[in-house]
């Protein structure tokens, strides 16, 4: 089971942005399909982008799509989120969770694994 996790979070402006990392540890990222989840304060979690272990499918939620971007460095065994123009609704804690095999077309049922979280504020 492959250990994750996630930097990169912090205090932002509105309007600016992040790049959030998902490192694996120990083993292997190379066979899980990535996905990224955001849980804003108040508010139960909810992925918003995935990218399938050879980066063939993306995926990425409606209210980020154009904003957000997901990819994978299999060498680096490194997943990453860039974020730009970030909004105050944007803030809370970003998950990275793994799953071996998993297509990017639903985020429901188990992932292999998870990460602990890295918090994303957003001044306006």
């Known amino acids: 089971q492959v250990q994750l996790v996630e930097s990169g979070g912090g205090l932002v402006q509105s309007g600016g942005s992040l790049r959030l990392s998902c490192a694996a540890s120990e083993w292997t990222l190379e066979h899980y399909t990535i996905g990224w989840f955001h849980q804003a304060p108040g508010k139960g979690r909810k992925g918003i982008a995935c990218i399938t272990s050879n980066s063939r499918t993306t995926y990425l939620e409606d209210s980020v799509k154009g904003r957000f971007a997901i990819s994978r460095d299999n060498a680096k065994n490194t997943a990453y989120l860039d974020m730009n123009n970030l909004k105050p609704e944007d803030a809370g804690t970003y998950s990275c969770?793994?799953?071996?095999?998993?297509?990017?077309?639903?985020?429901?049922?188990?992932?292999?694994?998870w990460g602990q979280g890295t918090q994303v504020t957003v001044s306006s």
């Open positions: 969770a793994g799953d071996r095999g998993r297509l990017c077309s639903t985020f429901s049922g188990s992932w292999d694994s």
